[in-house]
């Protein structure tokens, strides 16, 4: 399985960006045997949870720091996963991570290769 993230930009507080993670190496039936979800990392920090959803759409869950700003959602069909990025702050500047995991595991072990996001104030 490879995820592929992309949409990533710089940006103005105040502005939205819609991130997207594109899944390969599995196929439609599969791909909902998976859990995903977005993470960041800012320079000199830890990565940080940013938002899961389950597989068939229906439950989500978010970090405080995004709760009411991000939202994520999946399309199955396209095996793609989208944060869409609301009223971005320049504390968002981060490489946005997508990830992966089978409903079996308890961490997630499967990782994109990344895109930055810079906020400017």
């Known amino acids: 399985v490879q995820l592929q993230a992309s949409g990533g930009g710089l940006v103005q507080a105040g502005d939205s960006l819609r991130l997207s993670c594109a899944v390969s190496?599995?196929?439609?039936?599969?791909?909902?045997?998976?859990?995903m979800a977005w993470f960041r990392q800012a320079p000199g920090k830890e990565r940080e949870f940013l938002a899961g959803?389950?597989?068939?759409?229906?439950?989500?869950a978010y970090a405080d720091s995004v709760k009411g700003r991000f939202t994520i959602s999946r399309d199955n069909a396209k095996n793609t996963v989208y944060l869409q990025m609301n009223s971005l702050k320049p504390e968002d500047t981060a490489v946005y991570y997508c990830?992966?995991?089978?409903?079996?595991?308890?961490?997630?072990?499967?990782w994109g290769q990344g895109t930055q996001v810079t906020v400017s104030s």
């Open positions: 990830a992966a995991r089978r409903v079996s595991r308890t961490e997630y072990d499967i």
């Open positions: 190496g599995v196929s439609g039936r599969t791909f909902v045997n998976y859990m």
């Open positions: 959803i389950v597989w068939s759409g229906w439950s989500t």
